[in-house]
C-alpha cells in the first residue's frame, strides 16, 4: 500500500498573549496556580484586529508552500477544519485560497475545497478525507493542504474562558511523507453526545465538567476499538509518544492516566507495578458498578504515584504539552500541535526517532474519539527544525487585563467596536475589511 501521511506542518499563533497566571487569575480572585498547576496553563493565544480564523490559516499556509517550494498546482485539495466558522455556506478554504492566489502565480481552480465540522475532531478528520483521496489514487499527482484554525474565545465571566486560544495548523498530506506516516487502522469512539455546542452563536454553550467525562468516555471507547482492529491489546511500550487533543494540560493528565491503566491491563509491567500496590480490580470481581469504580478511583490515586506511571507520563505525555502550556486550546489544531511539541522536544534532546510509534488520540465535543498510528519518517527532524513556533511565541504582544478585555469585545460578533490593534503586521495576509455582501476582505501586507 502507498505510504500516505503528513510531509510538513506549520504553525501560526494569534499575535497577543493573555498570561493567565499573572494577568488573569488577580483579575478573576483565582489562586495563579488553579492556571499552572490545575489546568496546567501559563498563557493564552489571542488574534490582534486584524487577525482571524483566514488570515491565521492563510499565514500558515504560506509559511508551509513557501518552504516547500509549493505553487497553487501543486495542490489538489485544500480542506479547513474550523469550529469558529463565520459563514453557512461559503467555506473557510475559499477565502485561504483567495489569500494565497494573492501571492502566487496560478490559481487553485481545480482544487476540491470544503469545510470539516465535528468540533475539535475535525482537523484529524480532514487529514483522514486527504488520506483516502490519496489512497484512492484519485489525487493526480497532487497533495492535500489541511489546515486546522480556530479562535477558541468563551463568553466574557464564564468558567471556559479560563481554556481560551487562538491559533493555526497547516499541514501538507502526501505520498512518502518526510514526518508521519499514518496508519490504516483507526479506533473510534462515538455518541450523541451534549456536552459542548455552538447553537448559531458565537461563543459556546459548555457543561465543563462534562465534557471531561464524555472525552474520557468515548477515548477509551476509541482505544477498545483500536485494538479490535489490531487484534491484540496495547503495550505501554508501543509508542514513543502519545499526543492527546490538548483543551488544556490538566485535561490529558486524566486521559494519561486512564490510558495507561486500560493499556497496563495484563502485561508484564502491570506484575511489576502489582508488588507495590497490588493488581488493578477487574470488574468481573465486584457484585455492582459502584463498588467497582469506587476500586478503580483509589487504584488510579494510587497508579499514579508509581515509578513506572510516572516515568512513562514524563517520556511519553509531558513533552506533547509544551507548545498548549504557552497558547492554550486551538480546538481544530490542538492534538496537531500536541503532535508537533513532542516532535520538538524530541529533537532538541538529539533522539533518533525515525520508524518510530506515536498513538495520536483526536476528540471533538458532541462527541467522538478517534486513535490511530503514526510512524515518523526519515525527514522528520528537518521538518520540524523548520518550525519557527517558539519565536512567535515570544513576539506576542503580552495584553494587560483591561486591553484584553478589549480585544474580546473587538472579536465579539455582536459588538461593534473599533479597537486600535496592538501589532504592526508585516509579510502576512491581514482583515482588511467587508465587501458588498458582507463578505470578508483579506490583503496582503509586505
Ligand atoms: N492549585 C492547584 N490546582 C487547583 C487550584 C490550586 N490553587 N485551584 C483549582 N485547581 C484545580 C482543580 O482541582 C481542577 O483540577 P481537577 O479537575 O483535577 O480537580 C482544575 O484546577 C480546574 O479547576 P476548576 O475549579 O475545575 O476550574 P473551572 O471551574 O474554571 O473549570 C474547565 C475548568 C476546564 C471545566 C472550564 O475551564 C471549561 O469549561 N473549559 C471549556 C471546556 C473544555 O475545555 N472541556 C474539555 C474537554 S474538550
Known amino acids: 500500500m502507498t505510504s500516505v501521511g503528513i510531509d510538513a506542518v506549520e504553525v501560526w499563533t494569534g499575535k497577543l498573549k493573555l498570561d493567565l497566571p499573572n494577568t488573569f487569575a488577580p483579575q478573576k480572585g483565582d489562586d495563579p496556580e488553579k492556571y499552572t498547576k ?30 516547500k517550494g509549493l505553487t497553487p498546482a501543486d495542490i489538489g485539495r485544500i480542506d479547513v477544519a474550523t469550529e469558529s466558522a463565520f459563514d453557512n455556506s461559503k467555506p473557510v478554504s475559499t477565502y485561504v485560497a483567495g489569500c494565497l492566489e494573492q501571492v502566487y502565480d496560478g490559481d487553485f481552480h481545480h482544487a476540491n475545497k470544503g469545510e470539516r465540522k465535528f468540533a475539535c475532531v475535525a482537523g484529524t478528520q480532514s487529514i483522514d478525507d486527504a488520506y483516502n483521496w490519496i489512497a484512492a489514487g484519485r489525487n493526480r499527482g497532487l497533495a492535500a493542504l489541511v489546515i486546522a484554525t480556530d479562535t477558541a474565545l468563551y463568553a466574557r465571566d464564564s468558567s471556559g474562558e479560563a481554556t481560551q486560544g487562538a491559533g493555526a495548523v497547516a499541514m501538507l498530506i502526501d505520498e512518502d511523507p518526510n514526518l508521519v506516516e499514518l496508519s490504516h487502522e483507526q479506533g473510534y469512539g462515538s455518541a450523541d453526545e451534549t456536552d459542548f455546542l455552538k447553537p448559531q452563536q458565537q461563543f459556546p454553550s459548555v457543561d465543563g465538567k462534562r465534557s471531561m467525562q464524555v472525552y474520557l468516555a468515548r477515548m477509551r471507547e476509541a482505544v477498545e476499538d483500536l485494538e479490535a482492529q489490531l487484534d491484540e491489546p496495547l503495550h505501554p511500550e508501543d ?139 526519515d525527514g522528520w527532524r528537518e521538518e520540524i527544525g523548520a518550525l519557527t513556533i517558539d519565536e512567535q511565541l515570544q513576539r506576542r504582544y503580552d495584553l494587560s487585563f483591561e486591553e484584553y478585555e478589549r480585544v474580546h469585545d473587538a472579536h465579539n460578533h455582536d459588538l461593534d467596536t473599533e479597537v486600535e490593534e496592538f501589532t504592526q503586521p508585516s509579510g502576512e495576509f491581514v482583515h482588511a475589511g467587508w465587501g458588498r455582501m458582507n463578505e470578508r476582505k483579506y490583503e496582503y501586507v509586505e
Open 38 to 67: 490545575g489546568l496546567g496553563l501559563e498563557a493564552s493565544s489571542f488574534p490582534d484586529t486584524y487577525e482571524d480564523i483566514v488570515t491565521m490559516g492563510a499565514n500558515a499556509a504560506k509559511r508551509l508552500m513557501d518552504r
Open 239 to 377: 509508542f514513543v509518544y502519545v499526543p492527546f487533543h490538548t483543551p488544556f494540560p490538566g485535561m490529558v493528565r486524566k486521559a494519561g492516566l486512564l490510558g495507561y491503566r486500560h493499556i497496563l491491563r495484563d502485561t508484564d509491567i502491570e506484575d511489576e507495578v502489582a508488588e507495590e500496590i497490588g493488581r488493578q480490580p477487574r470488574e468481573e470481581s465486584f457484585d455492582d458498578r459502584e463498588s467497582y469504580e469506587e476500586a478503580i478511583q483509589s487504584y488510579m490515586d494510587e497508579l499514579k504515584r508509581t515509578e513506572q506511571y510516572r516515568s512513562w507520563y514524563d517520556a511519553t505525555i509531558e513533552p506533547t504539552l509544551n507548545i498548549s502550556r504557552q497558547v492554550g486550546n486551538w480546538y481544530t489544531g490542538s492534538v496537531h500541535i500536541a503532535r508537533a511539541s513532542a516532535l520538538q522536544a524530541a529533537a532538541e534532546a538529539g533522539r533518533a526517532l525515525t520508524g518510530e510509534r506515536m498513538l495520536v488520540a483526536s476528540y471533538g465535543s458532541g462527541a467522538q474519539a478517534e486513535v490511530h498510528a503514526e510512524t515518523v519518517c
